[in-house]
């Protein structure tokens, strides 16, 4: 009886605090609507459609921004996937058992470097490494779209480069946790039907697939909103290129930049419009990673 | 001067004259066989010869060694860390630890079926050309011929033929299992190692598998592992009793059950034991 009712007050304490959660995240999406309205009701669609941000006239447009974020986070999983996922199999696959748990917390202090020491490394170190790199593009590259403009080191390469080493430690000790949960049968299941290791891997990765493409979608909730770092290296400035050399900028950013500056209502509830964007995209990605990665490790925990 | 290699060698070699003594047809012959977890000895100078298309069960109590004994005649333990054998396993007289054993090759040939139903995440179709697929074989109607013959042989094919595509997972436990005995026969094994496969069944699926495994053991040597007396009894043409990483004795079934030589073994039998 006792037991029980302890059990009671736990559940509903420990739900009460779940609650609290889920009312804050509504209450900051309501907030970040109501702060807005100005610009919803000015522009409407067209917010997300504008290409011209014009603080002066008090025309704004978010388009540029939209690229630049869904732009760079795209290229930063490009370079990061691939990365991530190759430290997740070497640690949980092919290291030796000594190496594993080192490695593992050597990859995850990546995720605790705060931003601003990124920025800076990116500002001071990896921009003229970028811009010597840029130089050396042989002639006929350089003249798709992809690598036009001049060779500034910062820009949308710069920013991809700097957002998929912070991505790294969330895609692939998330991965990693999944490869290392995938039930030892499956792997017994190709080793017994005459598998080469590298076979009993791609086995594994295919059991734990859709939570790793839900580690991958973590990643990218993380690059989507990632403000500091980028804000340093992306060059800010609003315009829609394909070209890795141009300067570009990111919702985060411009928020960042702006806030403290924008003197009239429209310009601030055009911001925080932008906020606003930003958070229902982020909380849809994580959302769905997370549901990809809970519905792997569900069937994980079933015997199979 | 001989080499551990050589002698490895040699013993196989030997092996069989050996065996003639016990059986004339030993598709598997074990040797002095030792195997340790670490520093743990877990199995202790195993003799025995498994012969060829017959059903070779292994009983005794929780924790004495027999999934141990039956994963080391496809080399699954090597995937255990610090896991170490000693002692010579040969298979048509070639010893299996040998170093130039390609231990691919040999888990191709000796196929397993575990306690647990473990197909993979994919059709039931893709389960079964798993194997083949990863022998290179590409040529769908190939792989449709020995797909459909898999399941016509694990017994499955008129339950499934209709939907092959659909998710192994869709399948109950009792078709799991016969889904991953027909994976394991797809790739044409010659020896087929079952650790305790109907355990988790219940006693219809059971049925179905024993009486599968009867039919198997006219293509394959068959060595299983299991809990249950009657079952061992009604499957099995030889029974070796194992105890405490010990072949306690090792004899036709009907020998282990009627006439058992050993007082341990007759307590295990006939339940008087522990
Ligand atoms: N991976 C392992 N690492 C260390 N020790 C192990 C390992 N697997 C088994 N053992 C030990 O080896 C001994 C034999 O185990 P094994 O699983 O072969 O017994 P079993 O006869 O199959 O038992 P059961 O009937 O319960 O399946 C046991 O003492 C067990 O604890
Ligand atoms: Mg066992």
């Known amino acids: 009886m006792r037991r029980s009712a302890d059990d009671r007050v736990f559940r509903i304490t420990t739900g009460m605090f779940a609650a609290i959660v889920l009312l804050l995240v509504i209450g900051i999406g309501f907030e970040l609507w109501r702060q807005s309205m100005l610009s919803i009701d000015k522009f409407g669609f067209r917010f997300w459609t504008g290409r011209v941000w014009d603080p002066v006239s008090g025309e704004f447009g978010a388009l540029p921004f939209i690229w630049g974020t869904l732009y760079s986070s795209f290229l930063a999983l490009l370079l990061s996937t691939p990365i991530a996922l190759g430290i997740a199999i070497y640690i949980s696959e092919l290291s030796p058992g000594m190496l594993r748990q080192p490695l593992a917390y050597l990859t995850e202090l990546l995720a605790a470097i705060p931003s601003i020491v990124y920025g800076l490394w990116g500002v001071f170190v990896l921009t003229p490494i970028v811009r010597k790199l840029e130089l050396l593009l042989p002639e006929s590259l350089r003249r798709t779209p992809f690598f036009s403009g001049p060779p500034l080191g910062v820009g949308m390469g710069m920013a991809a480069i700097i957002l998929s080493i912070m991505v790294i430690p969330f895609t692939s000790s998330v991965a990693r946790e999944i490869l290392k949960n995938v039930p030892i049968a499956q792997r017994e299941a190709a080793y017994a039907l005459g598998a080469t290791r590298w076979e009993a891997i791609k086995v594994a990765i295919g059991f734990g697939k859709t939570g790793i493409i839900g580690a991958i979608m973590l990643g990218l909730g993380r690059a989507l909103g990632e403000t500091m770092a980028v804000t340093m290296v992306i060059g800010n400035n609003p315009q829609i290129s394909p070209s890795l050399y141009a300067p570009q900028y990111t919702m985060a950013a411009v928020i960042a930049n702006e806030f403290t500056e924008a003197a009239d209502d429209l310009y601030l509830h055009a911001l925080i419009e932008i906020g606003l964007l930003l958070f229902i995209i982020t909380i849809f990605v994580n959302f769905i990673s997370r549901f990809f990665i809970w519905t792997t490790k569900q069937r994980m925990e079933r015997p199979a | ?274």
């Not at chain 2, 394959?220 to 007396?229: L, R």
């Open chain 2, 1 to 274: 001067m001989l080499t551990a290699i050589d002698m490895e060698r040699f013993n196989a070699a030997l092996a069989p004259s050996a065996a003639a003594l016990e059986s004339m047809n030993a598709k598997i012959s074990v040797r002095d066989f030792d195997f340790f977890y670490g520093s743990a000895k877990v199995l202790h100078g195993i003799t025995l010869d498994i012969p060829d298309r017959q059903v070779t069960a292994l009983i005794g109590p929780s924790g004495c060694g027999k999934s141990t004994f039956i994963r080391s005649i496809n080399r699954m333990n090597d995937i255990i860390p610090n896991a170490r054998a000693k002692g010579t396993i040969s298979i048509d007289g070639r010893a299996i630890y040998s170093s130039d054993t390609d231990v691919v090759s040999l888990r191709r040939r000796v196929g397993m079926v575990f306690q647990r139903s473990n197909p993979f995440p994919k059709s039931i179709y893709d389960n079964i050309a798993y194997g083949l697929r990863i022998g290179g074989m590409r040529n769908r109607r190939e792989l449709n011929n020995v797909v459909e013959r898999s399941l016509i042989r694990a017994a499955l094919w008129d339950e499934v033929k209709d939907r092959l595509n659909e998710s192994a997972f869709a399948l109950s436990g009792g078709q799991q299992q016969r889904l991953c005995i027909a994976r394991a026969l797809a790739v044409d094994p010659e020896v087929l190692l079952m650790d305790e496969p109907a355990s988790a069944l219940d006693p219809i699926a059971t049925t179905k598998i024993e009486e599968l495994i009867w039919d198997l053991k006219v293509n394959y040597t068959i060595v299983i592992v299991t809990h249950n007396m009657q079952q061992a009894a009604r499957v099995s043409d030889r029974t070796a009793f194992f105890m405490l990483g010990r072949l306690v004795e090792y004899a036709d079934t009907k020998t282990i059950f009627m006439n058992p030589k050993e007082k341990m073994t007759e307590d295990y039998v006939t339940g008087r034991f522990g």
